[in-house]
C-alpha cells in the first residue's frame, strides 16, 4: 500500500522582529510533501543543517534538529493544502531553507 502524502505549507505566524525569533533564523514560507502536518515539521527542520553535518559537532549524537524553528507553534503555522501528486516524494518542494541556521559562538 502506497502512503498517502500531502503538500503542507509551513507559513510564519511571528513577525520577523517578534523576540521568539532570538534563537532563530526567520525563513520565510516553506512548502513541504509531508504525511500529516507534524510530518511536515519534521519534514521541514530535516532540511536544515545539523551539526553532525559540519565540523563544529557539540558532542557525539546530539543532534539539533529538535530545536529548529519550523517545530515552534509561536513562530511557524502548518496549512494542508491538498493531496500530493501520486508520484510526489516526501520532502521540501516550494521555498528556500536557509544553512546559516546555526550561528558559532566562538570567535
Known sequence: MQEELKIYRLSPLAKPDDPNWQNAT???ELIVVARTSGDARIVAS???LDFREIDAKPAEGVTTDMA???RSEKL????EE??????A?????GGKVRL????STQL
Request: aromatic share 10%.
Open 26 to 28: 526567520y525563513q520565510g
Open 46 to 48: 530535516q532540511a536544515e
Open 100 to 103: 546559516d541556521n546555526i550561528i
Open 89 to 93: 516524494k516526501r520532502g521540501v518542494i
Open 76 to 79: 511557524y503555522t502548518v496549512i
Open 68 to 70: 529548529s524553528a519550523f
Open 82 to 87: 491538498g493531496p500530493a501528486p501520486p508520484d
